[in-house]
């Protein structure tokens, strides 16, 4: 049986050979009527994309002289404009714009608190420069909602900070982190392991540490589990030490900014007991500690990745079905034992 070509089906819709390809790639150059009508004629005659071809089209993109770079929107909606500079952000958006210039895109920062600009001239920002694809920086904390001209736009952000819209996302595998830091420890001889985290960070990652601390605790079987600290603000440095006291962990999970780090840290010396604070995130902050190293620079090239995918597709709006992609995390040694002072060490 002949395999049905674009030809065939602009001969039976009516249109052009141009008109249809453009349409089974959803582009908005064609209305929204003709592309349904393309999309029902395809899927009626069995037409199907060759990937062969596709792949063709793509190397010879390639092979152009670099002209016209296409503009992907770094968008950050802190009180500063420079106040995302935080945390993993930076190497997100290292690794985005290494891969962005790799696949022939430019990326613009768009801060949606700079002084006189509204959400609609957000928007017309957006149109005068030609920007269809935008990667999400996280939101500060406390903030869960963004309103843009999604309609126009194709999106991906980073991690579960963004509950609305439901937009497609790249995050380190938080849980795998969790569970390959546990059995890092174990394999090192520590039974005793706690977890002390602020809870809006757990909350962030949609309780993804918690859950895996808890649930590795109980595949393990480990008798007088150690409850989670949860710390809410650096007044509750007592309860800390309360709980190093009563709990006596051997190794203390930890992330790698806010006070708890700081406070391990700054009190080492006079901790009773033996053992060792391990990150299991935003390691690059503290390299001498052991720990999960997200690579988040991984983390921003596939976000642009998937941008990518999405923008050759054609995909606009907020996607009914979101889609998450996650990257894997590394144990990484310490680089060195100090600065430790008494009776608190670092694994290496």
Request: hydrophobic share 40%; charged share 25%.
């Amino acid at each position: 049986m002949r395999r049905c070509t674009i030809k065939d089906i602009a001969e039976a819709a009516g249109i052009s050979h141009t008109a249809v390809s453009l349409a089974l790639r959803n582009h908005p150059k064609v209305s929204a009527e003709t592309r349904e009508k393309v999309r029902k004629l395809a899927e009626q005659m069995g037409y199907r994309p060759d990937p062969l071809l596709g792949a063709l089209v793509a190397y010879r993109q390639g092979l152009r002289p670099a002209g016209f770079r296409e503009t992907i929107a770094w968008v950050t909606n802190y009180s500063t404009q420079d106040g995302w500079r935080i945390n993993a952000y930076n190497k997100y958006f290292e690794g985005a714009t290494e891969r962005a210039q790799q696949l022939g895109y430019s990326i613009d920062e768009v801060w949606l608190r700079e002084p006189g600009v509204s959400a609609r001239q957000v928007s017309r920002v957006f149109r005068a420069r030609g920007i269809r694809g935008a990667l999400i920086c996280p939101l500060p904390d406390r903030m869960h909602r963004l309103n843009l001209p999604w309609e126009q736009l194709t999106a991906v952000t980073f991690g579960h900070g963004i509950v609305a819209p439901k937009l497609n996302r790249v995050s380190c595998d938080h849980m795998a982190a969790m569970v390959l830091a546990i059995r890092m420890l174990r394999r090192h001889g520590y039974r005793r392991i706690g977890l002390a985290i602020p809870l809006a960070h757990d909350v962030r990652v949609r309780h993804s540490y918690s859950a895996a601390y808890c649930s590795e605790q109980q595949r393990q079987r480990i008798s007088g589990e150690i409850p989670i600290f949860f710390s809410r603000e650096s007044a509750e440095k007592t309860a800390l030490r309360r709980w190093v006291k009563q709990y006596k962990p051997d190794a203390v999970l930890t992330v790698g900014y806010g006070w708890v780090p700081e406070w391990f840290e700054q009190n080492r010396g006079s901790l009773a007991g033996d053992f060792t604070v391990v990150l299991v995130c935003s390691h690059e902050k503290r390299p001498h500690y052991s720990g999960i190293d997200e690579d988040s620079k991984i983390t921003g090239a596939s976000a642009v990745d998937l941008l990518f995918g999405q923008l050759l597709r054609n995909e606009s709006g907020v996607p009914a079905h979101s889609q998450i992609l996650l990257t894997q995390p590394r144990w990484v040694d310490g680089t060195e034992f100090a600065p430790c002072r008494g009776n608190c060490r670092l694994a290496r």
